[in-house]
T-cell receptor, first 115, second 111 residues
């Protein structure tokens, strides 16, 4: 089982749509969770951290379910500028490199928002 | 404040040639990382350095060497380039928090 798995997409949605991405991780002792965004031919950038209680940043909502080892990202009212690849990212346990700040990246889900 | 910088942005090598990719950060971060990104494979960690003077292998270290020159700089060397090393290479850094900041990448083609 891969450490971080995501549906690669692509997700093609119209402007204004709501879209959800899901991600599963294999190590139940993983500590921290993030969503990064990567635009075409650019570097990844942090979109938001994911907290156990769930958290929201404007149109973006992230949820974590530790029991199911599942992370989600919901984007409401999609904009053309949301078109990008969304990377699910996990900080592994301390003895798997987590103590040094290492991160494990999913392969990403591609989102294309159309007019 | 430039963040993480990488040079060069693009490079074409012939099989067997060597080169060094340079990375520098001005955020006083302790940890630095080198990744490669290939279509369908996602980001894979090549080497990392948790602090000045230390380096460790990541998931795909074969064919690469690294040097943590000082706290700011972390270089990646390909001693004898192979076509399988054609990729986009990203350098990243972070402090004790977990957000990694990435450089703009180097697009390397080995023919």
């Amino acid at each position: 089982r891969k450490e971080v798995e995501q549906d690669p997409g692509p997700f093609n949605v119209p402007e204004g749509a709501t879209v959800a991405f899901n991600c599963t991780y294999s190590n139940s002792a993983s500590q921290s969770f993030f969503w990064y965004r990567q635009d075409c031919r650019k570097e990844p950038k942090l979109l938001m951290s994911v907290y156990s209680s769930g958290n929201e940043d404007g149109r973006f909502t992230a949820q974590l379910n530790r029991a199911s080892q599942y992370i989600s990202l919901l984007i409401r009212d999609s904009k053309l500028s949301d078109s990008a690849t969304y990377l699910c990212v996990v900080n592994p346990p301390w003895d798997y490199g987590g103590s040094q700040g290492n991160l494990i990246f999913g392969k990403g889900t591609k989102l294309s928002v159309k007019p | 404040n430039a963040g993480v910088t990488q040079t060069p942005k693009f490079q074409v090598l012939k099989t067997g040639q060597s080169m060094t990719l340079q990375c520098a950060q001005d955020m006083n971060h302790n940890s630095m990382y080198w990744y490669r990104q290939d279509p369908g494979m996602g980001l894979r960690l090549i080497y990392y350095s948790a602090s000045e003077g230390t380096t460790d292998k990541g998931e795909v270290p074969n064919g690469y060497n690294v040097s943590r020159l000082n706290k700011r700089e972390f270089s990646l060397r390909l001693e004898s380039a192979a076509p399988s090393q054609t990729s986009v290479y990203f350098c990243a850094s972070n402090y004790r928090g977990y957000e990694q900041y990435f450089g703009p990448g180097t697009r390397l083609t080995v023919t």
